[in-house]
């Protein structure tokens, strides 16, 4: 797809010439603001092609260790089933258009759900289709053989919201290969949430522009997968992720091993600058005064943990600094002290894992380290949204 050609009438062509966005906002934004058919819901899902109904441009999200509205999602949709659908445009020029906007789009789905109501939804919902009627005309067009009204089809989002029955894509210009590789890869991993990437390149010639939208992350895989959760997402059933599964699938680990794990993760909770995060099969512990992007490690469902070093690595990440650098350093050596381990040459800059009997029984030991780093304070000068 590295060339377009507009052909005549006599079946000549002539090359079209690819243009890049000078505007993120006023260029891709309201591109696909004014097309969202270039979200491709019929190849998505073929068997049911997806309608959308706009919620808001710049959903807010909410920063659950402050309460401020810190992030904003580019797009928040929901298709005829009620699947939110999260977007995140990007430039092909912007650094971020990497495998940081993925964690990104996975902190903006943690946190969002936890605020977003179906009557706030349904609000905002009212205003970007321009009154409460038009908004009814809209959802009529895309469930003409629901009988509901506007309220029930937003609590069906909400609904699924809760349950992680969500769809998040990234549109883009151009992409580059190790983020469609990372979206192909996550669309096969996960069961409840779809993931897709779309390449919108744009080209002009003589007299008009062209758009050719390409669809990654979707494989006969995802297809079942996608057939699956359209089926489902009007079900009661509960979430297959966040705390309350946590707790289930750590049971199933062992009771006492379990009873050990809360106990810790409730101290944890009431460390002063700690938060913590309920993503997938992990509960991630979070410092946000210190490094406001990732976390410091995950507890996973078996009661390993996993040291997220690999995040403070700053040849990796240019936003890390030499600050952050220097504490993530101090902070292995007081894990190792803790722990009375060593960690390998290559580990204090990867995720080394560390089995439940290697740590829980020194779990207060690690509880005095986090409560050394909640007492810090970096002068972070940069933007971290």
Same mark, same amino acid.
């Given at each position: ?29 309201? &591109?696909? #603001? $004014? *097309? /969202? ?6 190849? =998505? ?8 109904? +706009? ?100 609590? &069906?989002? #909400? $609904? *699924? /919201? ?6 998040? =894509? ?8 190790? +983020? ?168 204090p800059r990867a995720f080394p894992r560390i089995p439940a009997s290697q740590w829980l029984t020194r ?23």
């Open positions: 797809m590295s060339k377009v050609y507009l052909m005549d009438g006599e079946s000549k062509t002539t090359n079209m010439t690819r243009i890049h966005c000078s505007s993120e906002d006023k260029e891709l934004q309201h &591109l696909l #603001e $004014q *097309n /969202l058919e270039l979200l491709l819901g019929d190849q =998505i899902n073929p068997e049911r092609p997806c309608q959308w109904v +706009l919620i808001k441009r710049e959903m807010p999200v909410t920063d659950p260790s402050t309460g401020l509205q810190r992030w904003a999602i580019d797009f928040f949709l929901a298709d005829q089933d009620g699947i939110p659908t999260l977007v995140e445009c990007k430039r092909c020029d912007d650094s971020r258009a990497r495998r940081e906007i993925v964690g990104q789009m996975f902190e903006y789905a943690a946190n969002g759900h936890h605020y977003w109501t179906a009557k706030q939804m349904m609000a905002y919902a009212e205003v970007a289709n321009g009154n409460e009627a038009a908004l009814k005309a809209r959802l009529g067009e895309i469930r003409p053989e629901a009988e509901e009204t506007v309220s029930d089809f937003f609590k &069906l989002v #909400e $609904q *699924n /919201l809760r349950s992680a029955k969500l769809r998040l =894509i990234f549109f883009l210009e151009e992409s580059p290969l190790e +983020l469609r590789s990372m979206v192909e890869f996550l669309s096969r991993q996960l069961q409840d949430t779809e993931i897709f990437l779309i390449e919108a390149r744009q080209y002009q010639g003589p007299s008009a522009r062209v758009v050719v939208p390409w669809l990654f992350g979707f494989t006969e895989t995802v297809r079942v997968a996608a057939r699956k959760l359209a089926e489902n997402s009007s079900g009661s059933s509960g979430p297959l992720r966040g705390e309350e599964q946590f707790w289930l699938a750590a049971k199933a680990h062992g009771e006492s091993q379990a009873h050990d794990l809360k106990i810790f993760v409730e101290d944890t909770s009431r460390i002063e600058g700690c938060r913590l995060s309920w993503i997938y099969v992990s509960c991630v512990v979070m410092f946000p005064e210190i490094f406001p992007k990732r976390g410091a490690f995950g507890i996973r469902r078996n009661g390993e943990l996993e040291m997220y070093f690999g995040y403070w690595n700053k040849e990796k990440y240019p936003d890390v600094t030499e600050q952050q650098v220097g504490l993530r350093q101090e902070f292995v050596n007081r894990v190792e002290q803790a722990l009375s381990r060593t960690f390998t040459d290559n580990q779990a207060s030991q690690l509880l005095a380290v986090l409560q050394w780093m909640g007492s810090k304070r970096l002068d972070l000068d940069r933007n971290t949204d």
